[in-house]
């Protein structure tokens, strides 16, 4: 089983619709939650790290839910720069270790 | 700041051949790491490396060395390419003990083994 698991994708939306992101994880231990985006033959840069209270960065809210071990990021009033592929991170192993979800990608149309 | 570095680009190898790649960082962090990217698999962490003269195997470390002598500086060794090794590269730093700080990536290295 793997670490982390998300829907691939793609998802296809129309500019100003709200889209979601969920992310499974297979150890309870994690310790900590980020996002991700990377763009084309890029490097992944980081979105937002995901706090156990839920957290929002403008048009971005991520939630966590240790009991479910489920990660999830809401995208409000998508842009076409928001296209691009979300990956869902954990870390563990006294932050030693970073485990990868294998990415979501998201396709904002005009 | 420079932030992270990697050389080269991009290279193609032959089966057998070895090579290796460099990363370096100016931010003076502690912890650095090296991933493979392939398609539909995510990134995998090779190797990885918590201070100067350390390093440690992550979930992929087959068919790769590294060596992290000075703390700027993590080099990824391939002394026996294969094709299944073809792979963009990706190197990262992380700051020790600031567990809510992440990762800051190099641009990659595509690799293609022939």
């Known amino acids: 089983r793997k670490e982390v698991e998300q829907d691939p994708g793609p998802f296809n939306v129309p500019e100003g619709a709200t889209v979601a992101f969920n992310c499974t994880y297979s150890?309870?231990?994690?310790?900590?939650f980020f996002w991700y985006r990377q763009d084309c033959r890029k490097e992944p840069k980081l979105l937002m790290s995901?706090?156990?209270s839920g957290n929002e960065d403008g048009r971005f809210t991520a939630q966590l839910n240790r009991a479910s071990q489920y990660i999830s990021l809401l995208i409000r009033d998508s842009k076409l720069s928001d296209s691009a592929t979300y990956l869902c991170?954990?870390?563990?192993?006294?932050?030693?270790?970073?485990?990868f979800g294998s990415g979501t990608k998201l396709n904002v149309k005009p | 700041n420079a932030g992270v570095t990697q050389t080269p680009k991009f290279r193609v190898l032959k089966t057998g051949q070895s090579m290796t790649l460099l990363c370096a960082q100016d931010?003076?962090?502690?912890?650095m790491y090296w991933y493979r990217q392939d398609p539909g698999m995510g990134l995998r962490l090779i190797h990885y490396s918590v201070g100067e003269g350390t390093t440690a195997k992550g979930e992929v470390p087959d068919g790769y060395n590294v060596s992290r002598l000075k703390k700027q500086n993590f080099l990824l060794g391939l002394e026996s390419a294969a094709p299944s090794q073809t792979s963009v590269y990706f190197c990262?730093?992380?700051?020790?003990?600031?567990?809510?700080?992440?990762?800051?990536f190099g641009p990659g290295t595509r690799l293609l083994v022939l």
């Open positions: 931010m003076n962090h502690e912890y």
């Open positions: 991170v954990v870390g563990r192993d006294n932050f030693n270790k970073f485990y």
């Open positions: 150890n309870s231990a994690s310790q900590s």
């Open positions: 990262a730093s992380h700051y020790l003990g600031r567990e809510l700080e992440t990762q800051y």
């Open positions: 995901v706090y156990s």
